[in-house]
């Protein structure tokens, strides 16, 4: 496993997440193809989707470094051992929970719990967290970067996530997000490859 200043280098060089909810062990792969195809390299697998931690290990097998493998909605310590296990290099959480930030680092994982005020960001940020995740991005807006990054820490990376589309995209950007992660707009189950393919180049352009 490559030690985490390598891992977060390559999520700040390939910002754009892709967040694959729902997906299937046997159709992670021709999904990861399409993506990897358009030029990402950053791919989340929520612990909520079918078999998660098959499909970590499958997409690890078939990329290794070539591609950071996250794990997403991770909620307690235990399963982030088991990211671990499975080949995920990035760990990332909805809230703020003390003990995955640190069972991550442990593991030598990058980690990104989901904050919703600057309060939960501090805090994070103090348990160890490398990376923060405004969530629901959507909700909180642009003027929360802009805000969030006057008083935080000088380089820490604000993602945005949740509600992020082709439409807000840039505007994140432009207000401060360091990258993002895409969800629906991106990627459904069952979502035909060439509409996968067409929503990861636009979003790609719009970025």
Not at 45 to 54: A, D, G, Q, R, T
């Amino acid at each position: 496993m490559s030690e985490t200043p390598d891992t977060l280098a390559m999520l700040l060089q390939h910002p754009l997440v892709a967040i694959l909810r729902g997906v299937a062990p046997d159709e992670v792969l021709a999904v990861a193809d399409v993506l990897v195809g358009c030029g990402w390299r950053s791919i989340e697998i929520p612990l909520n989707s079918p078999e998660p931690f098959v499909s970590i290990e499958r997409l690890a097998a078939r990329y290794g470094d070539e591609v950071l493998i996250g794990a997403g909605t991770v909620l307690n310590a235990a399963d982030t051992r088991r990211c671990a296990d499975a080949g995920a290099r990035l760990v990332l959480a909805p809230n703020r929970d003390a003990e995955v930030i640190r069972a991550a680092r442990a593991a030598g994982l990058v980690v990104m719990p989901g904050v919703a005020t600057p309060s939960e960001a501090f805090e994070a940020l103090a348990a160890g967290a490398q990376a923060l995740k405004l969530f629901p991005a959507d909700v909180l807006g642009t003027a929360s970067f802009k805000g969030w990054k006057a008083v935080l820490p000088a380089g820490v990376p604000l993602f945005a996530v949740g509600g992020v589309d082709a439409g807000n995209l840039r505007a994140f950007r432009e207000a401060g997000a360091a990258g993002a992660g895409l969800g629906s707009s991106l990627f459904v189950p069952g979502r035909a490859r060439d509409d996968l393919r067409s929503r990861a180049r636009a979003l790609a352009a719009a970025w």
